[in-house]
Nanobody, 122 residues
């Protein structure tokens, strides 16, 4: 059974950094793309970053140059390094995967973790 468990969220001042981790089990990790989404109160779920099985990655314009997604195929882990954090980055961050790249990018389909809260104070 697919299971994704996020960790590493917390409270940080604007300009600070955090690294989120996601432990994945129950899937063929090496073959699956992985993604991080975020959801702020009253807002729609937003795709933050995607990393394909090949290691290629893409980012939302709002985080490009500040966030880095990476994966460790030996440990079945995916990470999100977040630098130069802004108050508008405050959200629950969710790790997800799916059987196709389309499902990984989808805000509704695929397999999700429970999320980890990131709060950036001004």
């Amino acid at each position: 059974q697919e299971r994704l468990v996020e960790s590493g969220g917390g409270l940080v001042q604007a300009g600070g950094s955090l690294t989120l981790s996601c432990a994945v089990s129950g899937i063929d990790f090496n073959r699956n793309a992985m993604a991080w989404f975020r959801q702020a109160p009253g807002k729609q779920r937003e795709l933050v970053a995607v990393i394909r099985s090949s290691g290629g990655s893409s980012y939302a314009d709002s985080v490009k140059g500040r966030f880095t997604i990476s994966r460790d195929n030996a440990l079945d882990m995916v990470y999100l390094q977040m630098n130069s954090l802004k108050p508008e980055d405050t959200a629950v961050y969710l790790c997800k995967t799916g059987h196709t790249l389309g499902s990984v990018r989808s805000a509704t389909r695929g397999y999700w973790g429970q999320g980890t809260q990131v709060t950036v104070s001004s």
